[in-house]
């Protein structure tokens, strides 16, 4: 709802949809999105092609690198070591680039909310 002679909000209320639009929320989702979906692409496919060989190259996994530690074991606890790298990596990244601009624009609607 908007004021009907300036077409501001009244104060005290936010207009979630402009703040969706603008261009420092964009660029927040642009950023986000960048570094998640990549991400996501690649460690799916690091782990289909990790259970499509134990499903049709058992042979290939079942061999042995040394001792009882098999090309299997290693695929499988490779899925753990990448779960965590990409998890410390995320994190990182949030606290570089994510977090800052978000504390921004929530600060700047929080004056808003308060009516400064």
Not at 48 to 71: E, H, I, K, N, S
């Amino acid at each position: 709802m908007t004021h009907p002679d300036t077409g501001a909000p009244p104060a005290g209320q936010i207009e979630y949809p402009q703040i969706e639009q603008s261009p420092r929320f964009r660029e927040l989702r642009r950023s986000h999105r960048s570094f998640v979906f990549p991400m996501a692409a690649f460690f799916l496919i690091w782990y289909f092609v990790y259970v499509l060989l134990a499903g049709w190259a058992p042979d290939f996994m079942a061999q042995r690198v040394w001792g009882d530690v098999t090309v299997g074991l290693l695929f499988g606890l490779g899925q753990f070591v990448t779960t965590f790298v990409i998890t410390m990596t995320y994190v990182a990244f949030a606290n570089r680039r994510l977090d800052p601009a978000a504390t921004e624009i929530r600060e700047d609607l929080e004056k808003q909310e308060a009516g400064a």
